[in-house]
């Protein structure tokens, strides 16, 4: 009978001890998979989280969009400031972009001062007044006793269509749009100019058909989209 009460002893010890490292396992992951300084989810979780919406999209066929927010000349405040101050302001943006996006939209800290909102099944126009709208709201945040800076939001959309099988894809799409956000607001509007890249004519298009810009090669019978390369050569002579 003592034998039997002890290997019963030994054996709920052994349970508890599992059930302990079950959950610290839990714990681990929820926490490999949250940005600390934030409380948001962390760029691998948006990456997993991109993967399975393209999975689905192919299957079901239902539109999403992704947003990127990436604050400009971060730096400058972290510089005049200090790190702890910087700090602090990005967690007031995490919080105002958990505030104002919708129950659906997905928010994740990507790196540094770069925020991603994945918007499912919803279509680029929405998903840019929705991101917008947020762009807004930060740039209305303001710092206690900071003064001389203020946010400046850069922000870049794109939406997933039907034949985009890789993240890569869809994130090159998204920096397109926000090179071009970028670029439109800290240039002056000038009149087109013939240019020429690589071999191609740049036709003035919308600064944003569904996060992509148009390019043709006269030369060619199908079109692409164009790389960040591309885009860089824009406006310059032959």
């Known amino acids: 009978l003592d034998l039997f009460h002890k290997l019963a002893e030994v054996l709920g010890q052994m349970l508890a001890l599992s059930e302990r490292n079950h959950l610290l396992e839990q714990k681990l992951k929820r926490v490999k998979d949250l940005d600390v300084l934030t409380g948001l989810k962390n760029h691998r979780s948006g990456m997993m989280a991109l993967e399975e919406l393209i999975k689905q999209s192919h299957e079901s066929l239902h539109p999403f969009a992704v947003a990127v927010l990436n604050l400009d000349h ?69 710092i206690d006793n900071v003064m001389n800076w203020h946010p400046v939001v850069n922000l870049g959309v794109a939406s ?37 890249m690589s071999g191609g004519d740049v036709l003035p298009v919308s600064p944003r058909i569904h996060g992509f810009i148009q390019y043709r090669n006269p030369h060619a019978t199908t079109s692409r989209f164009p790389t960040i390369s591309d885009i860089s050569s824009d406006n310059k002579a032959p």
Do not use: C
Request: aromatic share 8%; glycine share 4%; charged share 35%.
């Open 74 to 142: 971060f730096g400058i405040l972290n510089d005049l400031h200090g790190v702890k101050v910087g700090d602090r302001f990005l967690v007031k943006i995490a919080d105002k972009i958990k505030l104002e996006a919708r129950e659906t939209d997905m928010v994740f800290r990507d790196n540094g001062a770069r925020f991603l909102v994945l918007m499912p099944d919803t279509r680029f126009t929405l998903a840019e007044q929705v991101a917008e709208e947020i762009k807004h709201a930060i740039e209305a945040l303001r």
């Open 160 to 196: 997933w269509k039907f034949g985009m099988t890789s993240v890569d894809e869809l994130l090159e799409a998204v920096d397109i749009a926000l090179f071009r956000y970028r670029r439109k607001r800290v240039r002056k509007p000038e009149k087109p100019q013939n240019s020429r």
